[in-house]
Each structure stands twice: as structure tokens, then as C-alpha cells.
T-cell receptor, first 118, second 117 residues
Framework: GAGVSQSPRYKVAKRGQDVALRCDPI?????LFWYQQALGQGPEFLTY????????KSGLPSDRFFAERPEGSVSTLKIQRTQQEDSAVYLC????????????????FGPGTRLTVL | AQKVTQAQTEISVVEKEDVTLDCVYE???????LFWYKQPPSGELVFLIR??????QNEISGRYSWNFQKSTSSFNFTITASQVVDSAVYFC??????????????FGQGTRLTINP
């Protein structure tokens, strides 16, 4: 398809389990973002990739969260030893890089993965 | 630090009424972008508009209009003649200009809009 896709759409994990969430960005988009959206809240930035380089991971809440994009396309967000507070929707977005005064910084969002930790 | 405030948590109106969603932002950047996104029940964020800080012209797109006022740090969104399909959560967001780094979006809490038939 032409849009950002994410899998799985729903994930239920027992506390302590590791999970891996996948994002397929729009073909050709070099910028990729992960956001976390808790219930009833706005999305919050987690991390950003430009191609395969992770340029900003300031939003990752703990060292249990790890993201990678080894070939500059598909990205995986991994959460180790999940806890109940990790329950949220994880959104992936992709965009073209921002040129100095260019408008190409619209982020296109995927449908999200709803993670529930029991 | 950047911050976006959407003071209206929920709004409920009857179909065909006009409704305005408020957004107030804080930033120290001189160049920045403001956005509105719509999140229907399916969960996917749908881009509505982007406005840069240099352009204070109001914009109209069909039944949608946006009022950007730098003097009050506000970027309000009005839906004219609302329809049931407009029911969704609407987010206002802010990003700063970065040449190499992240254009991360800072979102408000969202306003849940319900249009009743």
C-alpha cells in the first residue's frame, strides 16, 4: 500500500514479556518517528531516525525501550520486560527530510499498535 | 521548551452548528510550524493543515478554517456547518525548524468533538 503500515495492530503481553513492534514507512521516506499515545492523551515523541541513523532518542522512557532501522527502511521498536505503564498505542510516522525552507515535513502516520500489558 | 495546550477536552454540538477548537502554544523558536491532525475512531492520525510561523494569513478549506494569531500564540480551528463525520479527536501540534535533526511534533492533549444528528 501507499501509506505507513504497522504490525501487529494489537498486542497483549504479560508483564515481563518482551515485545517487538514493526513499522513499514512510505517508500522513499528517509525520516521515521515513533510516538507513544497513552489513553486519552496526545502522542508523545519517542525517537527519530534519518535513514538508518538514530538521531534523537530523547523520548525513550527507559533503557527497556530500544529502536532500530538497520537498512534505513523498516523499523522495529522493542520493549523489554514490559510493565503495565507501557500500555499505550505506539504510532509510527514517516516523512521526507526537511530542507532549509522546504515544506516537506508533513508526517504521515500509521494506524498504530495498541499494546496492552496485563 | 515547547508546549501545546488544548483547553477543551470535549465538545458536543448538534449537526450544522459551527464549532471552534482552541489551541495555544509556547515556544522559544523564532521559526516553527503548527499543525492540526484529526484522529477518527480507527486511530490513524490524519493531517489537516500545516502553518509556518512566517505566515499569519488565515486559511479556509471547504468547511474548515484556521485562525493563526502570533500575538496571542494561538492557532484555532473552526468547522462550519458541522457534520456527523466530523466526530473525532482533534490534535494541535507544534514543531521547530531543524536542519539535520528531528522535526518532532509536540502535541496537545486533544479535543474530542462529537457531532450529534
Amino acid at each position: 500500500g501507499a501509506g505507513v503500515s504497522q504490525s501487529p495492530r494489537y498486542k497483549v503481553a504479560k508483564r515481563g514479556q518482551d515485545v517487538a513492534l514493526r513499522c513499514d514507512p512510505i517508500s522513499g521516506h528517509v525520516s521515521l518517528f515513533w510516538y507513544q499515545q497513552a489513553l486519552g492523551q496526545g502522542p508523545e515523541f519517542l525517537t527519530y531516525f534519518q535513514n538508518e541513523a538514530q538521531l534523537d532518542k530523547s523520548g525513550l522512557p527507559s533503557d527497556r525501550f530500544f529502536a532500530e532501522r538497520p537498512e534505513g527502511s523498516v523499523s522495529t521498536l522493542k520493549i523489554q520486560r514490559t510493565q503495565q505503564e507501557d500500555s499505550a498505542v505506539y504510532l509510527c510516522a514517516s516523512s521526507l527530510p526537511l530542507v532549509e525552507v522546504g515544506p516537506n515535513n508533513e508526517q504521515f502516520f500509521g494506524p498504530g499498535t495498541r499494546l496492552t500489558v496485563l | 521548551a515547547q508546549k501545546v495546550t488544548q483547553a477543551q477536552t470535549e465538545i458536543s454540538v448538534v449537526e450544522k452548528e459551527d464549532v471552534t477548537l482552541d489551541c495555544v502554544y509556547e515556544t522559544r523558536d523564532t521559526t516553527y510550524y503548527l499543525f492540526w491532525y484529526k484522529q477518527p475512531p480507527s486511530g490513524e492520525l490524519v493531517f489537516l493543515i500545516r502553518r509556518n510561523s512566517f505566515d499569519e494569513q488565515n486559511e479556509i478549506s471547504g468547511r474548515y478554517s484556521w485562525n493563526f494569531q502570533k500575538s496571542t500564540s494561538s492557532f484555532n480551528f473552526t468547522i462550519t456547518a458541522s457534520q456527523v463525520v466530523d466526530s473525532a479527536v482533534y490534535f494541535c501540534a507544534l514543531s521547530g525548524l531543524r536542519i539535520q535533526g528531528a522535526q518532532k511534533l509536540v502535541f496537545g492533549q486533544g479535543t474530542r468533538l462529537t457531532i450529534n444528528p
